[in-house]
């Protein structure tokens, strides 16, 4: 079998006119060397960590390609792959407010969800108030997830390292290391220009 990094390697680099198109080409080889080893991913238990600085940088944005592309490719008739894409925040929310009594979802019901879904995908992890009460039952979920084998996609404005920073225990960050592949993300803002290219191809449409 394969090593791991394998399906990350970088095609030789072409003539790039200018950084974006670089960091743009750099995206698409990464998303599609993902999807296209993703049995063996899914084998090991491996996932993306993308992450930058800059906002714009288009993570969420390639975050959601790539569920695209598995979704369009593995999905199969009558066994439709189970995915849960959240920002992190929201996905801590949701747990906390099944503990109102008006609740009609059950903590350990919605928590077991989530540790069990083929693909989670979890957008700006890092922005969220980590309480105690936050670190224990995250860190629960990615153990869970790590001994399992289950895919786990994350975006964060943080290295995997700093996540420490947030989660002081540093068990979040030593099991995201070992779930998944970090990314890095060049700090250029490329969210603006995606949707001016988007307007330009709608404008062809419009003014054909």
Not at 61 to 85: C, H, Q, W
Not at 145 to 158: A, I, M, Y
Request: proline share 3%; aromatic share 10%; charged share 25%.
């Amino acid at each position: 079998m394969s090593q791991l990094t394998t399906g990350f390697v970088i095609q030789p680099r072409l003539a790039f006119q200018n950084k974006r198109d670089q960091v743009l080409y750099n995206f698409f080889v990464s998303e599609a060397n993902f999807v296209q080893n993703f049995n063996q991913m899914q084998e090991q238990g491996k996932g993306l960590y993308l992450y930058s600085e800059t906002k714009g940088s288009g993570k969420t944005r390639l975050m959601a390609s790539v569920v695209n592309a598995l979704t369009a490719v593995y999905d199969k008739p009558g066994e439709p792959l189970s995915i849960l894409f959240s920002p992190t925040i929201d996905l801590l929310d949701d747990i906390k407010k099944t503990f109102s009594d008006d609740s009609k979802v059950k903590t350990s019901d919605l928590i077991e969800t989530i540790k069990n879904v083929d693909i989670l995908a979890l957008d700006d992890i890092g922005v969220e108030k980590v309480t105690s009460f936050v670190e224990e039952k995250f860190s629960g979920i990615m153990h869970y997830r790590l001994t399992n084998k289950k895919v786990t996609l994350f975006t964060s404005n943080l290295s995997i390292d700093d996540l420490d920073i947030k989660y002081k225990e540093g068990r979040v960050s030593s099991r995201i290391e070992k779930m998944a592949f970090p990314i890095y993300m060049p700090d250029e803002k490329i969210r603006s220009y995606l949707a001016q290219q988007e307007n330009e191809d709608l404008q062809s449409l419009l003014y054909k």
